[in-house]
């Protein structure tokens, strides 16, 4: 090869070389601009806002908040709207237990109704909250023996659309036989942000229940609250997801499988509960857990709470000691006058137990199995541990009912003093290998507690006994459990 050739051909080589670099950066830039816009126009279109397909290549943003919707600002009653279902059917029947928490003036929301009511249910009462009958959902094409539960969750999303938005931060939904305690559930919900995606509730007491149905769902007749965050994001799709779902027969099944499609799974609190028992509750009553209680359901299908009065009287009659104090109601106390080896147990505003031996917490926690199951089948039946029924006099408690509360003021101290009474004569054997401290003779338990401030929520207290012997009351003073203080 001459060298004017070589000199050609390096010159060439080299003219190739510059000009493919300049071809790949330019190459890489138009592929980027594109691949920029490509993941723009994904992230921007309103199918795919709530994928998580591209994840974690594009960042999932929080949905963002107005004015009236700030992360983590207070909580009250008024940025709660309620979704009652009812029906015009049963709701003659079952208003007094909404009515026994329903605030005039103060709650907000509506019991939506399946027809407009007419009869004996006109006019409607001021006391009860304000109806909507529900939309006409047969447009959805949906299996006619869906309608009235899909009609139920799709309310849901007829009150966002009607209600007024400002300062709304949560929906609740629930039945109109559902018993919520308001103030505890205001303090829940303040827990959690509502600018985010949320969907709070509890499953089923029933194990047969939850595995016929499922155990991620949220039951409705226990109430459970949706995120004005996830309501929101739900509302635009929702007779989409419904179409997805009309197979489905559960309306809360639909609920939950529309919230799990955005990504959002049920967050369990105990304090809600569905009660899918029958007969005597009492026992479960008598040991709740230490989460605050947040609703009671299915009264229609238990034995009336309380001895000696009806389903109606009893809801009223609980709710007396709700009205001075929800975050001790039902809230369990366990105390020990060893002198006379007795355990006593405090269903704070329910029931008070005296055991004639001496039982730790972790015994007595486990609730008496005075109810039965909701289906009949095989066991194991509940979600939850519980202890037999017992005939040994060593193990039998003596049981008391609430009576009275009231408010005392004791030397410039106030107190609240509740007040419990057998519900049955005092004639259990005697339990001798324990004393013979036989509590019979005890007619009443007085209980003073705190009037002021709130109990911090999931923080057991301790209480303090007196008894004087040849009087027929116990006095039980609650207090804070003292540091390494063992209930046993």
Known sequence: MSTGNAINLSSRQKNFKQLSLSTLCKSIAISGLILFLFYSFLYSHPYTRSTNLFMPFIERKEPASSDNHTPNSPINLSHIVFVLLGSVNTWKYRKPYIEAWWRKNITRGHVWLDAAPTGELVPWPSS??????????????????????????????????????????????????????????????????????????????????????????????????????????????????????????????????????????????????????????????????????????????????????????????????????????????????????????????????????????????????????????????????????????????HVFFLESVIESNNIGRYQVVTNYTRSSPGNLPICLSNGNHSANPIHKIQVFSPSTGRKEAGRIECCDVKCVAGEDTVDVKLRACMKGEMLA
């Open 128 to 397: 009860s909250p304000p109806f909507r009958v529900s939309e006409d959902i047969t447009r959805l094409n949906v299996n006619p023996k869906s309608v009235v539960q899909i009609r139920m969750y799709h309310s849901i999303f007829e009150a966002f659309r009607v209600e007024n938005n400002k300062d709304v931060k949560w929906y609740v939904m629930a039945d109109d036989d559902t018993l919520i305690f308001v103030d505890n559930l205001v303090e829940l919900l303040g827990t959690y942000d509502h600018t985010k995606y949320y969907y709070i509730g509890t499953n089923s007491e029933s194990i047969h229940s939850n595995a016929y149905i499922s155990f991620d769902m949220g039951y409705g007749g226990a109430g459970y609250a949706l995120s004005y965050a996830l309501v929101e994001a739900l509302a635009s799709e929702i007779d989409g997801c419904i179409q997805r779902y009309k197979h489905l027969f559960f309306s809360d099944f639909i609920s939950q499988s529309c919230s799990a499609d955005l990504g959002v799974d049920l967050k369990i609190e105990k304090g809600i509960h569905q009660i899918d028992l029958r007969g005597d509750i009492s026992g479960l009553l008598s040991s709740h857990p230490s989460s605050p209680l947040i609703s009671l359901h299915h009264f229609d299908a238990i034995d009336p709470i309380f001895p000696s009065k009806n389903r109606s009287e009893s809801i009223n009659h609980l709710m007396k000691p709700a009205k001075f104090d929800q975050s001790r109601l039902l809230q369990q106390t366990i105390c020990y006058h060893r002198q006379s080896n007795w355990t006593l147990s405090i269903s704070w505003g329910y029931s008070a137990h005296i055991y004639p031996s001496i039982f730790p917490r972790s015994f007595l926690r486990r609730p008496l199995e005075t109810f039965r199951p909701w289906q009949k089948g095989r066991p194991p039946f509940f979600m939850f541990n519980t202890r037999w029924m017992s005939n040994n006099p060593c193990e039998a408690p």
